[in-house]
């Protein structure tokens, strides 16, 4: 069974850079798929933010492309996000998924999700 | 991209069939035949309950079903039953390598 938990900072500052972990278990990330981010506002919809190959092969949300940084640490089954120069626009649940097909949007499983707070 | 176009509500009485329209352009929905939908229940993660349009994943009871035509697709909760109660929302590829979600539609078992 996979298994995906997401772990970062729950509050982070205006302007900062958000960096979340999603530790994958019971699937090896070098195996294959594609991995991706998924944020959802409060009380509002879901937006996809990228997708990564474990070969290093990255596609981002256009709106988001200039902030985004998504990479995946193979020896430790980790998929990491990076969101820079953040804002209150930025608070959200975001959530890991296993990307079965790129751009088939096949998000299964979903991590837990976690709840980011940008505020001073 | 703009996001898909759904009802924000929709309801049905137990036992009825309601169905969920996403509407998108030939860029997306109409586009490649790429095209879920996912059930979020309160508080909870959402979950994947139709892909490439009309495909259920295991364990994805019948009574959910999904199609397409030119720009829309829909999805169909047949046999209405209260654990159905849930937000609903379809994704689609965008093109030009980009996933598009719609805003969402809450549905309500009367």
């Known amino acids: 069974q996979v298994l995906l938990q997401e772990s970062g900072p729950g509050l982070v500052k205006p302007s900062e850079t958000l960096s979340l972990t999603c530790t994958v278990s019971g699937y090896s990330i070098s195996r294959g798929y594609y991995w991706g981010w998924i944020r959802q506002p409060p009380g509002k919809g879901l937006e996809w933010i990228g997708s990564m190959y474990h070969s290093g092969s990255t596609y981002y949300n256009p709106s988001l492309k200039s902030r985004v940084t998504i990479s995946v640490d193979t020896s430790k089954n980790q998929l990491s996000l990076k969101l820079r120069s953040v804002t209150a626009a930025d608070t959200a649940v975001y959530y890991c998924?296993?990307?079965?097909?790129?751009?088939?949007?096949?998000?299964?499983?979903w991590g837990q999700g976690i709840l980011v707070t940008v505020s001073s | 991209q703009s996001a898909l176009t759904q009802p924000p509500s929709a309801s049905g009485s137990p036992g009825q069939s309601v169905t969920i329209s996403c509407t998108g352009t030939?860029?997306?929905?109409?586009?490649?035949?790429?095209v879920s939908w996912y059930q979020q229940l309160p508080g909870k993660v959402p979950k994947l309950m139709i892909y490439?349009?009309?495909k259920r994943p295991s364990g994805v009871p019948d009574r959910f079903s999904g199609s397409k035509s030119g720009n829309t697709a829909s999805l169909t909760v047949s046999g209405l039953q209260g654990e159905d109660e849930a937000d609903y929302y379809c994704s689609s590829y965008a093109g030009s390598n980009s996933v598009v979600f719609g805003g969402g539609t809450k549905l309500t078992v009367l």
């Open positions: 490439e349009v009309n």
């Open positions: 030939s860029s997306d929905v109409g586009g490649e035949n790429y």
């Open positions: 998924a296993r990307d079965i097909v790129l751009f088939g949007v096949r998000f299964d499983p």
